[in-house]
């Protein structure tokens, strides 16, 4: 033992009383176990809790007493004071749980051996560490709470309110937000009797407590209220205790995270209170402050979504600023990390990116570059934007990386580009159209009018071959002109070629592919392959006008190019314009030839409306005129024989296609009635197929179900593609008959004869004054008075004269015989 000198005193004789002021339960054993001696704490102890350890326990063996117990606590203080008093460790200390039914409690238990002349003895003590306990599993549990990914910022909030509430022995806890001078409570934790609720707002001037904490930045712990800090009272709220922090973001005091309650405390706060409820408001701040954050990167990931990095001087990604979800990913991986440039790019990529690098660090100054990568979906360009980096976080040599996609830029650009060089192509080919149509007006057959067409298109460099063609069978073209190749016949344009022909042909609409060998069989055989070797683009026209399609022209573009939506579409109107000099020549061909050939034609069982007609009443129609009007009706001019006009009238409006029917001519005593059918909309019709190739219509009846027509054609046209056009109309038509008809010749001189013999000398009389005195202008040179006067004759008489002269005049145009097309 350490010598103690104190003048007058017996220092041994103090141990015991002194020991006996200790908070700690303390005795002392014999080198068997034997209780020697216990303080006043032991007694007291052992009297409040019903236990054996009262002053009876001296001389009981405390190993003994261990070794008994139900736990293995006792267990583990037996073994363990033993090998003190063995002398085989130094000291001992466990600590162990102690609770009761109403409360929990920790012990600690320590044990030191000590020798007085040669005898082991050993001193034991219980030290009762509850308190600290207590305050180490609320800690445990607060970062438990805290670091729970499972719970929602707002769960977390209020488990750890509630903890708090607990530990501290307070019935209110809140997380407060001061905005202005209002105090927003945004998390509570209160009484089941109290009105107070998430989201209620006062004035923080009601809060003096809290307001103390916000303006000076500074956790407050108050027990008393009204007795130690009676400036803070507040007479609405009635807090008399009240402990709380400041919950800082970015800086600013954001609000306070704070427990209350409406009585004064019993027990003072402590300063491990105040700690405790600073790290909670800590935290709060933390977490709200990376809300903020993340929501303000969520923002600019929507706003910018562009991956960002940090890169060295080496190439290598340090980090990534950008939400993992935005990123590129390469080979499947979620981040870029620790990897460098090389190790997933190709070489010649990264190089670029690595010297772009390098030379924004050299420089100090902002660089940028653009480059390509296949992702996983397609290929998709980026702009590397690259700005050197102090930062003390990472080397110096740093920079960071954006790594922008372009592609919809770039795509744009390439769209751009692809539309100049289309509108270049269309306004080329829209003077090569026009230079197209000045030489087709001198063309007198159609063979001329493909010819020249062929030789226009290849003489430019737009094309490299063109070739025109009819249809010869369903699935094959016969061959006509042809440019830019050496020898074509129809044996060698391969099936692939055909087939689009024949689509054109079919759908009266442009046909392109980006590729002849697309659509030509890949094989050795000479017949698979298509006409132009060369891989190029290939346009299939057809040349259609009204209802009749003429045939097809093939335009092969030169290599390297695309045949083009806008292109196409002046294709197309290339192709009708070829399709109309056909039908002129077939018509200039009808006029001037001397011999034509006559074309009878026959549908049994027709679905035409006059025909079906015809069936139903029992009667006949004579088509005798059709005129189409602007409006898109078409009126038909009919004679009807075999029933009533009211009938065949009344039969005639009820159908769905005819919008009026009226009787414009009774019967007389040599003429049927002739009836005015209005059609809402003109229906493709065999008379048009006809007058396409030049025909003039002479004859057009319906009776008994069936519709018969005749026509004639010149003879140098192609009688069979004239037939094929008119089944195509109307399948089910039949060619009765053909045969060779002299036409006269009629001249200019004959129709004026014709005329002249109409017109009475009083008509002609009138006729000739209007024209010269400009009676047919706009505006009128004369009035019908002024006519009148000249000649001498009244008003009335006058307008009688001229409309009989208009009427013989407009007959000799129109009536039957009269010209080479009768029914229009």
């Not at 293995?72 to 085989?88: C, F, K, P, W, Y």
């Not at 940028?368 to 992702?375: D, K």
Request: proline share 4%; net charge negative; hydrophobic share 40%.
């Amino acid at each position: 033992m350490v010598p103690s000198v104190v003048d007058g005193h017996d220092i041994p004789a103090l141990y015991g009383p002194a020991i006996d002021t200790l908070p700690l339960m303390f005795a002392i054993v014999d080198s068997s176990g034997v209780i020697l001696s216990t303080n006043e704490t032991w007694h007291e102890f052992g009297r409040a809790n019903g236990t054996g350890l009262t002053p009876s326990t001296l001389g009981r063996n405390y190993l003994d007493v261990a070794d008994t117990a139900d736990d293995t606590t006792g267990q583990q203080a037996a073994d363990g004071i033993r090998a003190v008093l063995a002398g085989e460790q130094a000291s001992f200390e466990l600590e162990y749980p102690c609770h009761t039914e109403s409360a929990k409690r920790w012990f600690r238990l320590y044990a030191a051996p000590f020798t007085i002349d040669g005898a082991t003895f050993a001193s034991i003590a219980h030290i009762d560490i509850t308190a600290r306990k207590q305050r180490e599993l609320a800690l445990e549990s607060a970062y438990e709470v805290c670091t729970d990914s499972d719970r929602t910022f707002t769960d977390q909030l209020d488990a750890l309110l509630e903890l708090g509430c607990e530990t501290l022995g307070s019935p209110f806890g809140t997380l407060s937000r001061v905005h202005g001078d209002e105090y927003v409570f945004e998390a509570v934790t209160t009484p089941s009797s109290a009105d107070l609720e998430a989201g209620r707002t006062t004035s923080i001037e009601t809060l003096p407590n809290c307001r103390h904490v916000v303006e000076h930045r500074e956790p407050l712990a108050i027990g008393d209220v009204a007795a130690d800090a009676p400036v803070l009272a507040d007479s609405e709220w009635g807090i008399e205790n009240y402990i709380g922090a400041p919950v800082v973001v970015d800086g600013a005091v954001y609000g306070t995270f704070c427990f209350y309650g409406l009585e004064p405390r019993a027990a003072p706060y402590t300063q491990w209170d105040l700690t405790f409820v600073r790290l909670l408001s800590d935290w709060a701040g933390y977490e709200l402050e990376r809300q903020r954050h993340a929501e303000q990167r969520d923002a600019l990931n929507i706003a910018l979504p562009d991956p960002s990095y940090i890169i060295d001087a080496e190439g290598r990604f340090l980090d990534c600023l950008t939400d993992p979800e935005t990123m590129l990913k390469v080979d499947e991986t979620d981040t870029l990390v620790g990897q460098t440039l090389h190790e997933f790019l190709p070489r010649d990529t990264a190089d670029s990116l690595l010297a772009t690098v390098r030379v924004a660090l050299r420089t100090g100054s902002f660089q940028s570059v653009e480059y390509r990568l296949q992702t996983p979906g397609d290929k998709r360009w980026f702009e590397a934007r690259v700005a050197p980096l102090q930062s003390r976080a990472y080397d110096l040599d740093t920079v960071i990386f954006v790594a922008r996609d372009i592609t919809a830029h770039k795509d744009r650009e390439a769209e751009l580009e692809r539309q100049r060089d289309e509108l270049r192509q269309a306004q080329r080919l829209n003077v090569l159209g026009r230079e197209i149509a000045k030489a087709l007006q001198d063309t007198q057959t159609r063979e001329e009018i493909e010819s020249a067409v062929c030789a226009h298109l290849t003489e430019s460099d737009l094309y490299q071959a063109v070739w025109a063609g009819s249809r010869g069978s369903a699935t094959q073209i016969t061959l006509g002109a042809a440019a830019g190749i050496a020898t074509a016949t129809p044996e060698q344009i391969s099936p692939g070629e055909h087939s689009l022909a024949i689509d054109a042909i079919e759908t009266g609409e442009v046909q392109v592919v980006a590729d002849i060998a697309d659509v030509s069989t890949q094989s050795d055989t000479e017949m698979d392959r298509p006409l132009i070797a060369a891989h190029c683009s290939v346009a299939a026209v057809p040349l259609t006008t009204g209802q009749t399609t003429y045939g097809v022209l093939m335009v092969y573009a030169s290599t390297d190019t695309t045949i083009g939506c806008r292109e196409s579409d002046i294709l197309g109107d290339l192709g009708r314009l070829i399709a109309l000099s056909i039908q002129r020549v077939h018509s200039q061909q009808s006029l001037q030839s001397a011999t034509t050939v006559e074309l009878e034609f026959l549908t049994p069982d027709s679905d035409d409306i006059f025909a079906s007609l015809s069936a139903m009443l029992d009667c006949s129609f004579t088509l005798e005129r059709r005129v189409p009007t602007s409006s898109g009706r078409s009126l038909h001019y009919v004679r009807v024989s075999g029933v009533d006009t009211d009938q065949v009238s009344q039969a005639l409006t009820g159908l769905p296609s005819v919008e009026s029917c009226a009787v414009v001519e009774t019967a007389s005593e040599n003429r049927a009635p002739l009836l005015e059918v209005t059609l809402d909309k003109i229906s493709a019709s065999p008379l048009d197929t006809l007058i396409d190739y030049g025909g003039a219509v002479r004859q057009a009846v319906a009776a008994d179900g069936d519709l018969q027509f005749t026509a004639e054609i010149a003879p140098d046209i192609n009688v069979r593609a004239v037939v094929e056009a008119v089944q195509e109309v109307t399948p089910g038509t039949e060619l009765r008959s053909k045969q060779y008809v002299d036409q006269p010749v009629s001249t200019v001189t004959d129709f004026r004869t014709r005329i002249r013999d109409r017109l009475t000398p009083k008509q002609a009389a009138a006729l000739k004054t209007a024209y010269a005195r400009g009676y047919y202008d706009w505006p009128r040179g004369s009035a019908a008075e002024e006519l009148a006067e000249t000649l001498d004759i009244s008003a009335p008489t006058l307008h009688y004269r001229l409309r009989k002269a208009h009427d013989a005049v407009i007959g000799a145009l129109f009536d039957s015989g009269s010209g080479p097309e009768t029914l229009d």
